[in-house]
């Protein structure tokens, strides 16, 4: 069964850092694609970053290009993002998965806020 636990979400100021954490279970993670989305306050979750399986090659929404870096760490089942000069519409319950896509987790809330 694939588990996916989302972590490092918190409160902080427009402007700062944070960086997210995904450990994934259940599958072969190095054999899969994974991404990251998002789902901010009443709008529909959308993608944010993309990254291979061997995490040679990465892909971003524009929206996140140049403040966003998606990392793997295949030893430890583990996918990063991690998330520099945030802004208010950054807000939002963030979401790792699988490509193909598995069932959700419970994400984890991120706040940008003075």
């Known amino acids: 069964q694939v588990q996916l636990e989302e972590s490092g979400g918190g409160l902080v100021q427009p402007g700062g850092s944070l960086r997210l954490s995904c450990a994934a279970s259940?599958?072969?993670?190095?054999?899969?694609?994974m991404r990251w989305y998002r789902q901010g306050p009443g709008k529909e979750r959308e993608w944010v970053a993309t990254?291979?399986?061997?995490?040679?090659?990465?892909n971003y929404a524009d929206f996140v290009k140049g403040r966003f870096t998606i990392s793997r760490d295949n030893a430890k089942n583990t996918v990063y993002l991690q998330m520099n000069s945030l802004k208010p519409e950054d807000t939002a319950m963030y979401y790792c998965?699988?490509?193909?896509?598995?069932?959700w987790g419970q994400g984890t809330q991120v706040t940008v806020s003075s």
């Open positions: 990254i291979t399986s061997a995490g040679t090659k990465t």
């Open positions: 259940g599958f072969t993670f190095s054999s899969y694609t």
């Open positions: 998965n699988k490509y193909p896509l598995a069932s």
